[in-house]
Structures are given as structure tokens and as C-alpha cells.
């Protein structure tokens, strides 16, 4: 009972700390965790995790080191939808220095120190949180693997074969769906979506281990048949102690350790409207901050634990 206790306490910890993260937090984000700081100035020893009582879910705001063997407890890493922000206002700005626009104009000859954020610039190595599509536990082989899917890049309103990405922020604003009787006596169904979402793009892609698979929800409907849509993933495989095991489906999570790249920040927008016989509204903006992969860390975002670390095929 008391085991079952601590891990429903602690997945209502994870809930809220995805709440806590989302777009109307900025004030809190802007703070920056003491632990945090402390661990990324130090040179990444961090000290291992432990039974007190959680710290406050806040968004790194140094440089993140690769060197360290624990993350803090609730790491939550750096805040996509600020860095985001600040590059293209970075962007802007010296496109109008240029007098040619924000549109695609990269920094040129910025130094690796060019403040972007305070306490973060340029050449800081950055690190973005992701949650894993799916997270499955096989209890044969007491080894848990996490799903996390690849996204599809837009450049100028078309797919960009030689890009892939990780959604981090998705930020629904309109999700409609009714039937109403036209003038003619007819039900016609409209259907209005608008969302927003920040993702990271990359173009290394290829340096990691990429798998198409399709998700395990989708094989269980289809009775364990390799059916339905296989999508390309990076799946983190590592062993688990079945007395574990249950709280980490909930907070295992995977951390994007990258470095900015050109163009560094774009912007696409999809709009399409319906007919008059299908009327509906699709409105998607999708923000994109452009690095290259440096690691994909698996670990446990309650206690910091890092379970695997996945370096490029050629580093």
C-alpha cells in the first residue's frame, strides 16, 4: 500500500510539472532553478538523487553541460519557447541592420559568446525536454523502452527531406467539431483546428540510430500484426527494476543536448479553409529552432537518474 502510495504521488508530481511548464508560465520560467545553475557552473557533477522533498519545476538558464553523471530532480531543461523567441528577434534585428529582413538572414561572423538570453548565448550547448509518444515496460526482460517519434520539417510550405525534428511544445487554441441544418435542410459537419507548436529541427539526423517502428498502442489494436502507419523513431532501451517500473511509463523522458545552427529560427504557417459542401478551418503555426545534435539522453525526470546516453554514429 505504501509503495502504491509514492508512485501515485509522484506521477501527480509529473502532471503537474507538465502543467506548470506550459505557454502562460513564462514569469515562473524566467527564474531559473538554484540547482540548475549551480549544476551547469560547476562542470556537470551533479549529486545523485535523493528522498527529500521535490524542488519547483523551473527551466534552466546556463549553458548545459554534457559532462554530468545526474541531472537535478524535475530537470526540465531549457525553455524552447524563449529561445525561440529570442532568435528571431536576434534575427530581425540584424536583418534590418542588413536592410533585407528577418527572412533567412543568419548572424554573420557572430562570435561564439553573442549573448542570446541572460546567462545564454550563441554557442551555448542547449538542452530541450521531450516527452516520449509511448513508454512500455516488457516484464520478461525487465527492460522498458521509450518511444519518441520523428517530425516532419517545413520549408516554405514543403516537407524538407534533409531535415527531421522533435516536437517539445504543442499549444492547442481551437479544436471544433459540430453538425448544424443549412438553408437547404442538409447536416453538414464543420470542423475548425488551430494550434500552435515549437519543435527542434535538425539536419544530423542520421548520426543516431533512427528506427522506423510502429507504436506498441497501434500493434496491440491490430493484434501484435506490424499494421498501421510506421513512423521514424528514436526508441531508448534500458533495464528496469520491476518495482520501478510502473512510475518510470510515467516519467521517463528524453533530453535534446544540442548547439544552434543556421538558419537558427524559422516560422511556418498552414492555413487551409474548406467548401461550402465541407466547410472547415485548419490553422497550424509551426516554430522551428534549427541545432545539430550533440546527445539524446533517456532519464527520469522525478529524480534526475540518466539511464543511457546516445552519441552520433561518428563522433
Given at each position: ?17 507538465l ?6 508560465s ?7 532553478g ?9 562542470g556537470?557533477?551533479?549529486a ?10 523551473e ?9 554530468r ?5 524535475v530537470?526540465?531543461?531549457?525553455n ?14 540584424i ?11 543568419g548572424?554573420q561572423?557572430?562570435p ?7 546567462g ?10 521531450v ?18 517519434e ?5 520549408d516554405?510550405g514543403?516537407e524538407?527531406?534533409?531535415s527531421?525534428?522533435?516536437m517539445?511544445?504543442?499549444a492547442?487554441q ?16 464543420f470542423?475548425?483546428?488551430?494550434f ?8 544530423n ?18 493484434h501484435?500484426?506490424e499494421h498501421?502507419?510506421?513512423g ?17 511509463e510515467e516519467?521517463?523522458?528524453?533530453l535534446?543536448v544540442?548547439?544552434?545552427e ?7 504557417t ?10 472547415r478551418e ?18 527520469d525526470?522525478?529524480?534526475g537518474k540518466?539511464f543511457i ?6 563522433s
Amino acid at each position: 500500500m505504501e509503495t502504491s502510495t509514492r508512485i501515485l504521488a509522484l506521477s501527480l508530481l509529473v502532471g503537474l510539472c507538465l502543467m506548470w511548464c506550459g505557454p502562460a508560465s513564462v514569469l515562473a520560467q524566467r527564474r531559473g532553478g538554484r540547482g540548475s545553475q549551480s549544476g551547469a557552473q560547476s562542470g556537470g557533477q551533479q549529486a545523485g538523487p535523493g528522498r527529500g522533498g521535490l524542488p519547483s519545476p523551473e527551466y534552466d538558464q546556463v549553458p548545459f553541460s554534457p559532462a554530468r553523471e545526474y541531472l537535478p530532480r524535475v530537470y526540465m531543461g531549457h525553455n524552447l519557447q524563449l529561445v525561440h523567441s529570442a532568435m528571431q528577434s536576434r534575427l530581425a534585428e540584424i536583418g534590418s541592420r542588413q536592410g533585407t529582413g528577418p527572412e533567412r538572414q543568419g548572424p554573420q561572423g557572430q562570435p561564439d559568446d553573442t549573448p542570446l538570453l541572460a546567462g545564454l548565448g550563441m554557442g551555448s550547448i542547449y538542452a530541450f525536454q521531450v516527452k516520449p509518444a509511448e513508454i512500455v515496460y516488457h516484464k520478461a526482460e525487465h527492460t522498458l523502452e521509450a518511444y519518441c517519434e520523428l517530425s516532419p520539417v517545413l520549408d516554405q510550405g514543403t516537407e524538407d527531406a534533409t531535415s527531421k525534428g522533435f516536437m517539445v511544445v504543442y499549444a492547442p487554441q481551437v479544436d471544433n467539431r459540430f453538425t448544424y441544418t443549412d438553408d437547404r435542410g442538409r447536416q453538414v459537419e464543420f470542423e475548425e483546428k488551430k494550434f500552435r507548436e515549437w519543435t527542434v529541427a535538425f539536419r544530423n539526423f542520421r548520426d543516431f540510430p533512427v528506427e522506423k517502428a510502429v507504436l506498441p498502442s497501434v500493434r496491440q489494436e491490430s493484434h501484435g500484426q506490424e499494421h498501421g502507419p510506421a513512423g521514424e523513431m528514436i526508441i531508448g532501451r534500458f533495464e528496469v527494476e520491476p518495482k520501478a517500473a510502473e512510475q518510470l511509463e510515467e516519467s521517463t523522458r528524453l533530453l535534446v543536448v544540442c548547439g544552434l545552427e543556421k538558419p537558427f529560427a524559422t516560422s511556418e504557417t498552414i492555413h487551409l479553409q474548406g467548401t461550402p459542401e465541407k466547410p472547415r478551418e485548419y490553422l497550424a503555426v509551426h516554430q522551428y529552432l534549427h541545432v545539430r545534435l550533440l546527445e539524446l539522453w533517456f532519464y527520469d525526470v522525478v529524480t534526475g537518474k540518466i539511464f543511457i546516453k546516445i552519441r552520433p554514429k561518428h563522433s
